[in-house]
Protein backbone atom coordinates (compact mmCIF):
# COMPACT_ATOMS: atom_id res chain seq x y z
CA UNK A 1 0.00 0.00 0.00
CA UNK A 2 1.41 3.49 -0.99
CA UNK A 3 -1.41 5.59 -1.31
CA UNK A 4 0.84 8.53 0.33
CA UNK A 5 2.41 8.83 -2.98
CA UNK A 6 -0.05 8.32 -5.46
CA UNK A 7 -0.03 11.44 -7.38
CA UNK A 8 -3.22 13.40 -8.45
CA UNK A 9 -2.50 12.25 -11.86
CA UNK A 10 -2.94 8.63 -10.70
CA UNK A 11 -6.14 8.98 -9.17
CA UNK A 12 -7.44 11.17 -12.07
CA UNK A 13 -6.96 8.26 -13.90
CA UNK A 14 -8.49 5.87 -11.16
CA UNK A 15 -11.43 7.85 -11.73
CA UNK A 16 -11.26 7.11 -15.61
CA UNK A 17 -10.84 3.79 -15.24
CA UNK A 18 -13.83 3.10 -12.78
CA UNK A 19 -15.92 4.90 -15.11
CA UNK A 20 -14.63 2.59 -17.96
CA UNK A 21 -15.53 -0.53 -16.26
CA UNK A 22 -18.77 0.90 -15.39
CA UNK A 23 -19.34 1.22 -19.43
CA UNK A 24 -18.25 -2.10 -19.94
CA UNK A 25 -20.26 -4.04 -16.95
CA UNK A 26 -23.51 -2.01 -18.40
CA UNK A 27 -22.10 -3.59 -21.71
CA UNK A 28 -22.62 -7.18 -20.11
CA UNK A 29 -18.70 -7.64 -19.87
CA UNK A 30 -17.32 -9.52 -16.89
CA UNK A 31 -13.76 -9.46 -17.31
CA UNK A 32 -11.37 -7.40 -18.83
CA UNK A 33 -7.42 -7.49 -19.84
CA UNK A 34 -5.68 -4.26 -19.53
CA UNK A 35 -4.41 -4.04 -23.32
CA UNK A 36 -8.23 -4.81 -24.14
CA UNK A 37 -9.54 -1.71 -21.40
CA UNK A 38 -6.64 0.39 -23.17
CA UNK A 39 -8.17 -0.31 -26.50
CA UNK A 40 -11.56 0.41 -25.90
CA UNK A 41 -11.08 3.55 -24.39
CA UNK A 42 -7.96 5.27 -25.77
CA UNK A 43 -5.76 4.57 -22.50
CA UNK A 44 -2.04 2.74 -22.13
CA UNK A 45 -2.39 -0.67 -20.70
CA UNK A 46 1.24 -0.41 -18.88
CA UNK A 47 -0.40 2.80 -16.88
CA UNK A 48 -3.15 1.06 -16.03
CA UNK A 49 -1.10 -2.14 -14.65
CA UNK A 50 1.45 0.23 -13.02
CA UNK A 51 -1.37 2.26 -11.69
CA UNK A 52 -3.70 -0.26 -10.35
CA UNK A 53 -0.21 -2.08 -8.68
CA UNK A 54 -0.10 0.71 -5.99
CA UNK A 55 -3.07 -0.58 -4.61
CA UNK A 56 -2.94 -4.52 -4.89
CA UNK A 57 -3.03 -7.07 -7.31
CA UNK A 58 -6.31 -6.94 -8.63
CA UNK A 59 -5.62 -9.34 -12.09
CA UNK A 60 -5.22 -12.99 -12.71
CA UNK A 61 -2.71 -13.76 -15.38
CA UNK A 62 -4.52 -14.88 -18.46
CA UNK A 63 -7.91 -13.75 -17.48
CA UNK A 64 -7.37 -9.91 -16.72
CA UNK A 65 -9.46 -8.07 -14.33
CA UNK A 66 -13.02 -9.41 -12.45
CA UNK A 67 -14.69 -6.16 -13.30
CA UNK A 68 -17.37 -5.80 -10.74
CA UNK A 69 -14.35 -6.68 -8.29
CA UNK A 70 -12.06 -3.99 -9.81
CA UNK A 71 -14.94 -1.81 -9.73
CA UNK A 72 -15.75 -2.18 -5.99
CA UNK A 73 -11.82 -1.43 -5.22
CA UNK A 74 -11.96 1.48 -7.20
CA UNK A 75 -15.18 2.53 -5.55
CA UNK A 76 -13.06 2.34 -2.02
CA UNK A 77 -9.43 3.40 -3.07
CA UNK A 78 -11.40 6.88 -4.57
CA UNK A 79 -14.02 6.91 -1.57
CA UNK A 80 -16.82 7.01 -3.12
CA UNK A 81 -18.67 4.26 -1.17
CA UNK A 82 -20.50 6.85 0.39
CA UNK A 83 -22.02 10.05 -1.72
CA UNK A 84 -19.93 13.02 -1.35
CA UNK A 85 -22.20 15.98 0.02
CA UNK A 86 -21.22 19.27 -2.10
CA UNK A 87 -22.58 22.63 -2.23
CA UNK A 88 -21.58 24.88 -4.75
CA UNK A 89 -20.84 28.87 -4.09
CA UNK A 90 -21.85 31.34 -6.86
CA UNK A 91 -25.79 30.42 -8.04
CA UNK A 92 -24.70 32.30 -11.51
CA UNK A 93 -25.01 30.27 -15.06
CA UNK A 94 -21.40 28.36 -14.52
CA UNK A 95 -22.55 27.69 -10.86
CA UNK A 96 -26.07 26.62 -11.79
CA UNK A 97 -24.61 24.83 -15.27
CA UNK A 98 -22.10 22.60 -12.24
CA UNK A 99 -25.06 22.08 -10.26
CA UNK A 100 -27.32 20.21 -13.03
CA UNK A 101 -23.97 18.23 -14.28
CA UNK A 102 -23.44 17.08 -11.08
CA UNK A 103 -26.81 16.10 -10.44
CA UNK A 104 -27.17 14.56 -13.80
CA UNK A 105 -23.92 12.96 -14.00
CA UNK A 106 -23.69 10.45 -11.70
CA UNK A 107 -24.30 9.15 -7.74
CA UNK A 108 -21.32 9.97 -6.33
CA UNK A 109 -21.82 13.11 -5.44
CA UNK A 110 -24.76 15.08 -3.61
CA UNK A 111 -25.73 18.78 -4.57
CA UNK A 112 -27.13 19.92 -1.29
CA UNK A 113 -27.29 23.96 -1.14
CA UNK A 114 -25.97 26.36 -3.14
CA UNK A 115 -25.01 30.05 -2.13
CA UNK A 116 -24.71 33.40 -3.81
CA UNK A 117 -24.93 36.74 -2.22
CA UNK A 118 -27.63 38.14 -4.57
CA UNK A 119 -30.84 38.22 -2.68
CA UNK A 120 -32.93 37.91 -5.98
CA UNK A 121 -31.40 34.34 -5.99
CA UNK A 122 -31.84 33.68 -2.38
CA UNK A 123 -34.76 31.69 -1.41
CA UNK A 124 -34.95 30.15 -4.90
CA UNK A 125 -34.10 26.84 -6.43
CA UNK A 126 -32.01 25.77 -8.98
CA UNK A 127 -32.06 22.20 -10.23
CA UNK A 128 -34.21 21.41 -6.84
CA UNK A 129 -31.34 22.40 -4.59
CA UNK A 130 -31.73 26.03 -2.37
CA UNK A 131 -29.58 28.40 -2.91
CA UNK A 132 -28.85 30.25 0.33
CA UNK A 133 -27.05 33.27 1.44
CA UNK A 134 -23.34 33.44 1.37
CA UNK A 135 -23.61 34.88 5.42
CA UNK A 136 -24.71 31.58 6.69
CA UNK A 137 -22.44 29.25 4.97
CA UNK A 138 -20.97 27.97 8.16
CA UNK A 139 -24.70 26.57 9.93
CA UNK A 140 -25.84 25.95 6.50
CA UNK A 141 -22.54 23.75 5.74
CA UNK A 142 -22.77 22.21 9.26
CA UNK A 143 -26.43 21.27 8.88
CA UNK A 144 -25.97 20.01 5.60
CA UNK A 145 -22.79 18.20 6.27
CA UNK A 146 -20.92 19.65 3.68
CA UNK A 147 -17.99 17.57 2.39
CA UNK A 148 -16.74 19.61 -0.71
CA UNK A 149 -17.12 23.32 -1.65
CA UNK A 150 -17.21 24.13 -5.32
CA UNK A 151 -16.33 27.64 -5.79
CA UNK A 152 -17.66 29.23 -8.85
CA UNK A 153 -17.66 32.59 -7.74
CA UNK A 154 -15.64 36.25 -9.64
CA UNK A 155 -12.02 36.45 -9.25
CA UNK A 156 -11.90 39.15 -6.66
CA UNK A 157 -14.30 37.70 -4.23
CA UNK A 158 -12.35 34.05 -4.69
CA UNK A 159 -10.21 34.17 -1.79
CA UNK A 160 -12.89 35.62 0.78
CA UNK A 161 -15.08 33.27 0.07
CA UNK A 162 -12.74 30.45 0.70
CA UNK A 163 -11.73 32.01 4.03
CA UNK A 164 -15.39 31.51 4.74
CA UNK A 165 -15.39 27.96 3.62
CA UNK A 166 -12.26 26.58 5.38
CA UNK A 167 -13.45 29.22 8.46
CA UNK A 168 -16.33 26.52 8.17
CA UNK A 169 -14.21 23.37 8.53
CA UNK A 170 -14.37 22.37 4.59
CA UNK A 171 -11.35 20.09 3.36
CA UNK A 172 -11.83 20.01 0.47
CA UNK A 173 -12.25 22.63 -2.71
CA UNK A 174 -12.99 22.90 -6.02
CA UNK A 175 -11.95 26.20 -7.48
CA UNK A 176 -13.15 27.55 -10.74
CA UNK A 177 -11.86 31.11 -10.27
CA UNK A 178 -9.53 32.23 -12.30
CA UNK A 179 -7.20 33.11 -9.11
CA UNK A 180 -4.57 31.34 -7.43
CA UNK A 181 -5.96 30.90 -4.12
CA UNK A 182 -4.51 30.56 -0.73
CA UNK A 183 -5.56 27.74 1.14
CA UNK A 184 -4.48 25.89 4.77
CA UNK A 185 -2.15 22.78 4.96
CA UNK A 186 -5.08 20.31 5.67
CA UNK A 187 -7.20 22.01 2.96
CA UNK A 188 -7.10 19.90 -0.54
CA UNK A 189 -7.47 22.48 -3.81
CA UNK A 190 -8.26 21.59 -7.16
CA UNK A 191 -8.20 24.28 -9.42
CA UNK A 192 -9.88 24.38 -12.88
CA UNK A 193 -9.41 27.19 -14.72
CA UNK A 194 -11.16 27.42 -17.39
CA UNK A 195 -9.31 30.56 -18.76
CA UNK A 196 -5.84 28.84 -18.89
CA UNK A 197 -7.41 26.10 -20.36
CA UNK A 198 -8.47 27.99 -23.71
CA UNK A 199 -5.30 29.78 -23.41
CA UNK A 200 -2.54 26.67 -23.36
CA UNK A 201 -4.72 25.62 -26.64
CA UNK A 202 -3.75 29.16 -28.09
CA UNK A 203 -0.03 29.03 -27.18
CA UNK A 204 -0.06 25.44 -29.28
CA UNK A 205 -1.70 27.51 -32.55
CA UNK A 206 0.71 30.17 -31.85
CA UNK A 207 3.55 27.08 -32.64
CA UNK A 208 3.57 28.41 -35.87
CA UNK A 209 4.41 32.19 -35.17
CA UNK A 210 6.58 31.19 -32.16
CA UNK A 211 9.57 30.12 -34.10
CA UNK A 212 10.78 32.96 -35.82
CA UNK A 213 11.67 34.56 -32.68
CA UNK A 214 8.88 37.39 -32.96
CA UNK A 215 8.16 37.43 -29.69
CA UNK A 216 11.33 38.07 -28.03
CA UNK A 217 11.66 41.36 -26.38
CA UNK A 218 13.81 40.62 -23.68
CA UNK A 219 14.27 44.08 -21.63
CA UNK A 220 18.27 42.96 -21.10
CA UNK A 221 19.51 42.81 -17.61
CA UNK A 222 19.56 39.66 -15.90
CA UNK A 223 20.14 37.51 -12.69
CA UNK A 224 17.53 37.19 -9.88
CA UNK A 225 14.82 39.70 -10.33
CA UNK B 1 14.16 29.74 -26.90
CA UNK B 2 13.19 26.48 -25.60
CA UNK B 3 9.65 26.78 -26.40
CA UNK B 4 10.26 23.33 -27.85
CA UNK B 5 10.18 21.57 -24.07
CA UNK B 6 7.59 23.91 -22.35
CA UNK B 7 5.09 21.79 -20.64
CA UNK B 8 1.83 22.51 -20.35
CA UNK B 9 2.40 23.17 -16.44
CA UNK B 10 4.28 26.14 -17.52
CA UNK B 11 2.09 27.65 -20.37
CA UNK B 12 -0.51 26.91 -17.67
CA UNK B 13 1.46 29.07 -15.21
CA UNK B 14 2.24 31.61 -17.59
CA UNK B 15 -1.56 32.41 -18.30
CA UNK B 16 -2.01 32.98 -14.69
CA UNK B 17 1.18 35.56 -14.37
CA UNK B 18 -0.76 37.27 -17.36
CA UNK B 19 -3.89 38.00 -15.48
CA UNK B 20 -1.74 38.86 -12.36
CA UNK B 21 -0.04 41.46 -14.57
CA UNK B 22 -3.03 42.66 -16.08
CA UNK B 23 -4.85 43.08 -12.38
CA UNK B 24 -1.62 44.64 -11.52
CA UNK B 25 -1.40 47.49 -14.01
CA UNK B 26 -5.44 47.74 -14.03
CA UNK B 27 -4.35 48.63 -9.80
CA UNK B 28 -1.56 51.75 -11.50
CA UNK B 29 1.21 49.74 -11.11
CA UNK B 30 4.30 49.75 -13.43
CA UNK B 31 7.04 47.25 -12.22
CA UNK B 32 6.59 44.71 -9.93
CA UNK B 33 9.67 41.89 -8.77
CA UNK B 34 9.26 38.26 -8.45
CA UNK B 35 8.71 38.48 -5.25
CA UNK B 36 6.02 40.79 -5.11
CA UNK B 37 3.63 39.17 -7.60
CA UNK B 38 4.62 35.97 -5.53
CA UNK B 39 3.47 37.01 -2.15
CA UNK B 40 0.76 39.28 -3.90
CA UNK B 41 -1.31 35.83 -5.74
CA UNK B 42 -0.09 33.18 -3.86
CA UNK B 43 2.23 32.08 -6.41
CA UNK B 44 6.47 30.82 -6.30
CA UNK B 45 8.73 33.29 -6.79
CA UNK B 46 11.37 30.81 -8.34
CA UNK B 47 9.01 29.17 -9.96
CA UNK B 48 8.09 32.72 -12.03
CA UNK B 49 11.69 33.65 -12.60
CA UNK B 50 12.48 29.98 -14.42
CA UNK B 51 9.38 30.27 -16.52
CA UNK B 52 9.81 32.90 -17.93
CA UNK B 53 13.66 32.67 -17.81
CA UNK B 54 12.69 30.07 -20.45
CA UNK B 55 11.59 32.75 -23.00
CA UNK B 56 14.32 35.16 -22.48
CA UNK B 57 15.39 37.84 -19.47
CA UNK B 58 12.44 40.37 -19.44
CA UNK B 59 13.58 42.01 -15.87
CA UNK B 60 16.12 44.35 -14.42
CA UNK B 61 18.22 43.63 -11.38
CA UNK B 62 16.88 45.83 -8.41
CA UNK B 63 13.98 47.02 -10.77
CA UNK B 64 11.81 44.29 -11.47
CA UNK B 65 9.82 43.72 -14.43
CA UNK B 66 7.99 46.38 -16.14
CA UNK B 67 4.54 45.09 -16.28
CA UNK B 68 3.44 46.71 -19.38
CA UNK B 69 6.43 45.29 -21.64
CA UNK B 70 6.18 41.60 -19.34
CA UNK B 71 2.79 41.80 -20.46
CA UNK B 72 3.18 42.23 -23.93
CA UNK B 73 5.47 39.37 -23.77
CA UNK B 74 3.32 37.29 -22.25
CA UNK B 75 0.65 37.94 -24.81
CA UNK B 76 2.46 37.43 -27.46
CA UNK B 77 4.41 33.93 -26.23
CA UNK B 78 0.74 32.66 -25.59
CA UNK B 79 -0.42 33.48 -28.81
CA UNK B 80 -3.08 36.08 -27.80
CA UNK B 81 -2.31 39.21 -29.46
CA UNK B 82 -4.82 38.09 -31.89
CA UNK B 83 -8.36 36.39 -30.92
CA UNK B 84 -8.56 33.19 -31.19
CA UNK B 85 -11.98 31.97 -33.00
CA UNK B 86 -14.04 29.63 -30.73
CA UNK B 87 -17.00 27.14 -31.28
CA UNK B 88 -18.84 25.33 -28.29
CA UNK B 89 -20.30 22.05 -29.30
CA UNK B 90 -23.09 20.76 -26.94
CA UNK B 91 -25.09 23.79 -26.63
CA UNK B 92 -26.98 22.20 -23.42
CA UNK B 93 -26.23 24.15 -19.81
CA UNK B 94 -23.11 23.34 -19.18
CA UNK B 95 -22.59 24.89 -23.21
CA UNK B 96 -24.52 27.52 -22.71
CA UNK B 97 -22.41 28.39 -19.54
CA UNK B 98 -19.57 27.88 -21.17
CA UNK B 99 -20.31 30.26 -23.88
CA UNK B 100 -21.34 32.72 -21.37
CA UNK B 101 -18.35 32.42 -19.77
CA UNK B 102 -15.92 33.03 -22.26
CA UNK B 103 -17.76 36.04 -24.02
CA UNK B 104 -17.97 37.49 -20.38
CA UNK B 105 -14.71 36.72 -19.39
CA UNK B 106 -11.73 38.67 -21.76
CA UNK B 107 -10.82 39.75 -25.26
CA UNK B 108 -8.54 36.85 -25.56
CA UNK B 109 -11.44 34.91 -27.08
CA UNK B 110 -14.11 35.08 -29.58
CA UNK B 111 -17.00 32.24 -29.56
CA UNK B 112 -18.86 32.69 -32.97
CA UNK B 113 -20.64 29.44 -33.28
CA UNK B 114 -22.49 26.85 -30.79
CA UNK B 115 -23.24 23.37 -32.52
CA UNK B 116 -26.06 21.02 -31.32
CA UNK B 117 -28.11 18.36 -32.65
CA UNK B 118 -31.22 18.80 -31.46
CA UNK B 119 -33.75 20.71 -33.88
CA UNK B 120 -35.10 22.95 -31.16
CA UNK B 121 -32.32 24.63 -30.39
CA UNK B 122 -30.62 24.77 -33.83
CA UNK B 123 -31.25 28.75 -35.49
CA UNK B 124 -31.76 30.23 -31.78
CA UNK B 125 -29.26 32.08 -30.15
CA UNK B 126 -27.06 31.67 -26.70
CA UNK B 127 -25.68 35.03 -25.24
CA UNK B 128 -26.09 36.16 -29.02
CA UNK B 129 -24.16 32.91 -30.67
CA UNK B 130 -25.84 31.21 -32.95
CA UNK B 131 -26.48 27.67 -32.60
CA UNK B 132 -25.69 25.90 -35.55
CA UNK B 133 -26.42 21.87 -36.54
CA UNK B 134 -23.72 19.92 -36.32
CA UNK B 135 -24.45 18.20 -39.40
CA UNK B 136 -23.08 21.48 -41.09
CA UNK B 137 -19.91 22.02 -38.78
CA UNK B 138 -17.11 21.44 -41.76
CA UNK B 139 -19.14 24.46 -43.35
CA UNK B 140 -19.32 26.97 -40.26
CA UNK B 141 -16.30 26.06 -39.50
CA UNK B 142 -14.43 27.12 -42.59
CA UNK B 143 -16.86 30.35 -43.10
CA UNK B 144 -16.36 31.13 -39.51
CA UNK B 145 -12.89 30.54 -39.28
CA UNK B 146 -12.47 28.37 -36.18
CA UNK B 147 -9.68 27.42 -34.43
CA UNK B 148 -10.61 26.28 -31.17
CA UNK B 149 -13.20 23.61 -30.45
CA UNK B 150 -15.00 23.09 -26.95
CA UNK B 151 -16.48 19.50 -26.56
CA UNK B 152 -19.34 19.90 -23.92
CA UNK B 153 -21.38 16.46 -25.36
CA UNK B 154 -22.14 13.72 -23.50
CA UNK B 155 -19.43 10.91 -23.31
CA UNK B 156 -21.04 8.68 -25.90
CA UNK B 157 -20.51 10.97 -28.58
CA UNK B 158 -17.95 12.48 -27.66
CA UNK B 159 -15.28 10.47 -29.80
CA UNK B 160 -17.53 10.80 -33.16
CA UNK B 161 -18.30 14.63 -32.70
CA UNK B 162 -14.03 14.93 -31.99
CA UNK B 163 -13.54 13.08 -35.36
CA UNK B 164 -15.95 15.18 -37.12
CA UNK B 165 -13.83 18.45 -35.57
CA UNK B 166 -10.77 17.06 -37.13
CA UNK B 167 -12.21 16.21 -40.04
CA UNK B 168 -13.00 19.88 -40.50
CA UNK B 169 -8.81 21.01 -39.93
CA UNK B 170 -9.23 21.88 -36.35
CA UNK B 171 -5.81 21.38 -34.52
CA UNK B 172 -6.95 22.61 -31.31
CA UNK B 173 -9.60 20.64 -28.96
CA UNK B 174 -10.82 21.26 -25.15
CA UNK B 175 -12.65 18.76 -24.09
CA UNK B 176 -15.26 18.85 -21.26
CA UNK B 177 -16.61 15.13 -21.85
CA UNK B 178 -16.19 12.71 -19.50
CA UNK B 179 -14.38 10.05 -21.77
CA UNK B 180 -10.71 9.98 -23.42
CA UNK B 181 -10.20 10.59 -26.85
CA UNK B 182 -8.53 9.57 -29.18
CA UNK B 183 -6.95 12.44 -31.45
CA UNK B 184 -4.80 12.81 -34.41
CA UNK B 185 -1.13 13.21 -33.85
CA UNK B 186 -0.95 17.15 -34.80
CA UNK B 187 -4.13 17.61 -32.76
CA UNK B 188 -3.91 19.45 -29.49
CA UNK B 189 -6.35 17.99 -26.99
CA UNK B 190 -7.02 19.67 -23.68
CA UNK B 191 -9.36 17.65 -21.37
CA UNK B 192 -11.19 19.53 -18.40
CA UNK B 193 -13.10 16.47 -16.63
CA UNK B 194 -15.11 17.63 -14.01
CA UNK B 195 -15.89 14.79 -12.69
CA UNK B 196 -12.58 13.35 -12.67
CA UNK B 197 -11.43 16.54 -10.46
CA UNK B 198 -14.43 15.55 -7.82
CA UNK B 199 -12.91 11.99 -7.71
CA UNK B 200 -9.85 13.09 -6.89
CA UNK B 201 -10.97 15.37 -3.81
CA UNK B 202 -13.24 12.62 -2.58
CA UNK B 203 -9.68 9.90 -2.83
CA UNK B 204 -8.55 12.94 -0.66
CA UNK B 205 -11.59 12.70 2.33
CA UNK B 206 -11.38 9.44 2.22
CA UNK B 207 -7.66 9.49 3.46
CA UNK B 208 -8.93 8.32 6.86
CA UNK B 209 -10.25 5.25 5.91
CA UNK B 210 -7.67 4.19 3.42
CA UNK B 211 -4.89 3.74 6.49
CA UNK B 212 -6.56 1.40 7.56
CA UNK B 213 -6.58 -0.96 4.74
CA UNK B 214 -10.40 -1.34 4.67
CA UNK B 215 -10.17 -1.33 0.77
CA UNK B 216 -7.73 -4.09 0.11
CA UNK B 217 -9.16 -6.80 -1.75
CA UNK B 218 -6.69 -8.06 -4.04
CA UNK B 219 -7.94 -11.29 -6.16
CA UNK B 220 -4.34 -12.81 -5.84
CA UNK B 221 -2.57 -13.74 -8.81
CA UNK B 222 -0.08 -11.20 -10.29
CA UNK B 223 1.97 -10.83 -12.96
CA UNK B 224 1.03 -8.85 -16.34
CA UNK B 225 -2.46 -8.72 -16.66
New interface residues.
Given amino acids: ?K?EK?S?LT??R???Y??CLKDLADGGHETV??EALAKA???NSAQI?KDLAN???????G????IK?LR??LT?????NSR?R?CIIGAG??G???A???IS??K??EVVALFDVDQQKIGKKISDVEVFDVKDFAAVAKRAKI??AVLAVP?ESAQSIADVVMGAGI????NFA?????VCEDV?L?T????????????????A??SN?????????????
Same sequence: chains 1, 2.
Fill in positions: MSIETNLSVLRSSYNLRFGEFGVRVGYCSENDILGLRVRLAALNYYSGNFEVAKAVMPVPLKKKVDLTTSLDSLSYYLAGDRGKHMKPNGGGGRI
